[in-house]
């Protein structure tokens, strides 16, 4: 197991300062698509195309790219990580032959090629690896803060990178399982990806008064999972409860049109 130190908490887009939108109005820069994939065997290589942005109307951007390592935690929350500290890390099969250094005008766009080369020596139990593409200002510019303050202002963005080879996909979510928290007033529900392949899906859940016959939906809560994932998810009820005796029934469905997983929940609110 390789060693794993947690840089920081982010989603992919990730910013070195909390800006308002005036701030924006200075200096902003634009990456897409937020994810690329590839599909690729041992010994391939393949492509694909990365469009970055300068949005900004005022001031050029002096842009350095780099690569590191993304997970899930267990609450589903984004944890980066150096290149290469991760078992399933593509970084070091990543190369950019454009070079790691850009420059782009206000209001200039260019597109990059992002290259993987996949090792001819991984094994085909290997299916999945995943990256991230950082996007980082160096050139950071002058601005004021809400309160007037003077701050300097950089940006940075990152693009997640999924590979997968060409073993049979498993899709496969196991709950393992569901209680009610009283003082969040929430369902707690447990899961996990037992599959080979990244699964997205969203949880549906409903609530039955068995005591007065009422029965109400729950907003669906979308979920991005790993294998090898296990996520603790919160599903707010979204109401005051009554007293009464209830189940609680939770499906995720993550795109399988033959297999739907669910739970269910009795339990007395007093």
């Known amino acids: 197991m390789r060693k794993q130190k947690a840089l920081l908490l982010s989603f992919f887009a990730i910013l070195f300062l909390s800006l308002s939108q005036a701030l924006f109005a200075q200096v902003g820069l634009s990456v ?4 690329v994939y590839y599909t690729l ?4 290589t393949g492509s694909q195309k990365v469009l970055i942005s300068n949005v900004s109307k005022e001031h050029p951007l002096n842009l350095s790219l780099t690569f590191g390592d993304w997970k899930y935690d267990t609450y ?3 944890v980066m990580f150096p290149p290469d500290s ?3 890390s593509c970084a070091g099969w990543l190369s950019l032959p454009g070079g790691t250094y850009i420059t782009l005008e206000p209001g200039e766009s260019r597109e990059i090629d992002l290259t993987m080369t996949v090792p ?9 690896q995943t990256a991230m593409l950082f996007v980082t200002q160096m050139n950071p510019v002058d601005g004021v ?3 007037g303050a003077a701050i300097r202002i950089s940006v940075r963005q990152g693009i997640k990178i999924y590979r ?8 496969k979510v196991d709950i393992e399982n569901l209680a009610y928290d009283k003082e969040s007033n929430s369902l707690a529900l447990t899961f996990s990806n037992v599959g080979n392949i990244w699964i997205n899906g969203s949880v549906n859940a409903s609530l039955f008064n068995q005591t007065t016959g009422k029965e109400s939906n729950i907003e669906a809560i979308d979920f991005y999972t790993m294998p090898g994932d296990r996520r603790i998810m919160n599903i707010p009820l ?3 409860l009554e007293k009464g005796k209830y189940t609680a029934t939770v499906m995720l469905d993550y795109g399988d049109e033959t297999t739907i997983e669910a739970a269910e929940l009795e339990f007395t609110y007093e």
């Open 164 to 171: 997968k080879g060409n073993a049979p996909e498993v899709k």
């Open 238 to 240: 979204q109401q005051t």
């Open 145 to 147: 803060d809400a309160q």
């Open 76 to 78: 589903g929350n984004n």
């Open 86 to 88: 991760l078992d399933n």
């Open 41 to 44: 065997n041992p010994g391939e």
């Open 120 to 128: 001819a020596g991984i094994g085909s139990d290997a299916n999945v």
């Open 32 to 35: 897409s698509p937020p994810r």
